[in-house]
């Protein structure tokens, strides 16, 4: 896997993948930046919500669960001072569906967090990870 990294001005960088794909990230007006796309540490959130949805979703469909649609909000809080590491993450999964089972959905979060989510295990060496969840059903 292979990315690059090129400066556009001021705090705004392009990255592109190495499957063709590309984002804009740019730093914050206080910093230099214009906006104009999300931070980096916001990427590594992006990047860990991927990877554990992604996970949520396969485990799910191969159990056989009737998943509508799968949301996580995640939050964190980073230190004060540089370097401004994340010091925890939350990820709350918000799944609706069609008699979805309580086991099943907290099964399939707990193997994307402890056995499948490359993020996730790479991150929870460095910081407290938690994560909750709730069902919606459909009607």
Partial sequence: MKTSIRW????SFL?????????????????GGQNKGPRPMEMILMGLGGCTTFDVIFILKKSRQ????????????????????????????VLTGNQLNHHQV???????????????IMLKNTVNITHDFEIIQSS
């Fill in 15 to 31: 990255a592109e993948s190495s499957s063709g794909h590309q984002v804009l990230m740019d730093g914050a007006p206080e910093a």
């Fill in 66 to 93: 009737d998943v509508a649609d799968c949301c996580v909000e995640i939050e964190a809080q980073r230190a004060e001072t540089d370097p401004k590491v994340f010091t925890h993450i939350h990820l709350h999964f």
């Fill in 106 to 120: 907290e099964r399939a979060i707990n193997l994307s967090a402890e056995k499948y989510c490359s993020a996730s």
């Fill in 8 to 11: 556009k001005g001021n705090v």
